[in-house]
């Protein structure tokens, strides 16, 4: 593809995905990612870091050297999607066995979804080159062993505007953690759930290459992503150049869960928010880019049930937060209040509080009931896994939206709604009565990345 030709996208003539250079200008905090398709013009995506330090001693400076090049190539999934060419070259730097399997797996699990839909099988395809004597970097040890940089005791937290990033926010708050909130946009919503933290604030920008949207329109592959890790990747960046020695989200267990196709299997729309990438990543970033910066999720060891429960405790964010996704897209609609009503995102946010908040406060949050709309029952049915899948969204598992409205069912304030009166009338004779008690969805979990300490200190909390 030539650069003259570059708005005749041919999706299926493209041979190669490059990995050009990238770059950092500490004067301005912009880092450069440069990509292109053969020898098509460069994609040029820019990441934008306020306040970082002008001059970093030399070891950090190469931690962050490091972690730039994986940002790189962790953000490159946004272009290499437009085409999945069957050739993938990186043309400024050598990468090794451990960091293409790393980036196999991310590219490969992450854009499952975006297969799924349009009908593509990447396994085996998705083959990043390695060098089999790559040099290693400058503050590298031996087997290419990150060192230790000093960094201060200070949480960078990802706050999406949500439930699940405030209960964290809180968690912390609440054992003494020194903390700073941080997001990555626009977002007007997101910033003013930050505000009302009163913590400090960083907000590091993201411009996509511009020719993407128009490949789009052209007819390139098109789909989900694992943003998750792209972020993970942009603030690991973000807190080496602020010397923080901890990059901290909010995902739940329940991430780790897809949803099951019949004839395909498991398909995990967040797979990037599960166990296995937090795993996956986080080694890599204390082994091979600081060995003192912790990457965890601190709900991990929760399910999104769990977190509910914990989010009910407080109505501090009770006018500020939501988990609606039509808030948050690159482009597209936005609802005209805080909560369309409609999506899994407001269905299952919805039907996970109910337990644990009095009604009236709910459906003030939300501007109506959710349940007692007969229009809703199609979205209840996928979160139940009832003659449907658990929907591609940031949602619970089926057996926590199963227990929830069974609860319900047992209450007089909701078991007359319309969902949960048709629940209890036609889904709750077809179950096991071991599978829907609540309590047993509230237990903690033992597999997590949060450091000992501190989850030594933060265990009574989640469990109360």
């Given at each position: 593809m030539s650069a003259e030709n570059a708005l005749n996208f041919e999706r299926d003539a493209i041979r190669a995905f490059r990995f050009v250079r990238c770059e950092f200008d500490p004067q301005t905090g912009v880092a450069r990612l440069v990509y292109a398709f053969d020898d098509g013009p460069e994609l040029v995506e820019t990441v934008t870091v306020p306040g970082a330090p002008f001059v970093l001693e030399p070891a950090r400076a190469a931690a962050v050297e490091r972690a730039l090049r994986l940002l790189h190539l962790i953000a490159g999934v946004s272009y290499y999607k437009a085409a999945v060419p069957p050739d993938i070259r990186?043309?400024?730097?050598?990468?090794?066995?451990d960091t293409a399997a790393l980036l196999e797996t991310i590219y490969l699990n992450g854009l499952g979804e975006f297969a799924y839909r349009n009908g593509l099988n990447l396994h085996g395809r998705i083959r990043f080159p390695v060098d089999a004597n790559p040099l290693p970097d400058e503050g590298e040890g031996e087997n290419n062993s990150a060192p230790a940089l000093g960094l201060r005791e200070h949480a960078l937290v990802a706050i999406g505007g949500g439930k699940d990033s405030l209960v964290s926010i809180e968690a912390l708050?609440?054992?003494g953690v020194e903390q700073t909130v941080t997001w990555i946009g626009g977002s007007q919503l997101i910033k003013a759930c930050a505000e009302r933290t009163g913590l400090p604030m960083l907000n590091p920008g993201r411009q996509l290459a511009s020719q993407l949207f128009e490949y789009n329109r052209?007819?390139?592959w098109n789909g989900h992503i694992p943003v998750t890790a792209v972020n993970s990747a942009i603030l690991v960046f973000a807190a080496l150049l602020h010397g923080m020695d901890q990059v901290v989200f909010s995902n739940e267990r329940s991430a780790?869960?897809?949803?099951v196709i019949p004839g395909t299997g498991e398909v995990n729309h967040q797979w990037s928010k599960g166990w296995a990438f937090e795993r996956a990543f986080g080694d890599y970033v204390q082994t091979r880019i600081a060995a003192d910066?912790?990457?965890?999720?601190?709900?991990r060891p929760l399910s999104e049930l769990a977190v509910a429960r914990?989010?009910?405790?407080t109505d501090r964010y009770d006018a500020h937060f939501s988990s609606c996704n039509r808030n948050f897209h690159i482009l597209g609609e936005r609802p005209v209040n805080r909560w369309c009503g409609v999506c899994p995102k407001c269905h299952f946010v919805f039907l996970a509080l109910a337990p644990f908040m009095p009604k009236p406060r709910l459906v003030g949050i939300f501007g109506r009931n959710l349940l007692d709309d007969p229009a809703q029952m199609p979205g209840y049915d996928a979160l139940l896994e009832f003659q449907d899948h658990k929907p591609f969204e940031c949602v619970g598992e089926g057996r926590e939206s199963r227990a929830a409205m069974a609860a319900l069912a047992e209450r007089p304030e909701w078991r007359e709604d319309e969902i949960v009166e048709r629940f209890a009338r036609e889904i709750r004779p077809q179950l096991l009565d071991a599978e829907l008690p609540i309590e047993p969805l509230l237990?903690?979990?033992?597999?997590?990345?949060?450091?000992?300490?501190?989850?030594?200190?933060l265990r009574a909390h989640f469990a109360a």
């Open positions: 990186i043309d400024s730097y050598a990468i090794d066995a708050r609440g054992v052209l007819g390139a780790s869960y897809g949803s910066l912790k990457y965890y999720s601190l709900l914990q989010f009910a405790k237990a903690l979990d033992d597999e997590h990345r949060v450091p000992a300490a501190l989850w030594s200190r």
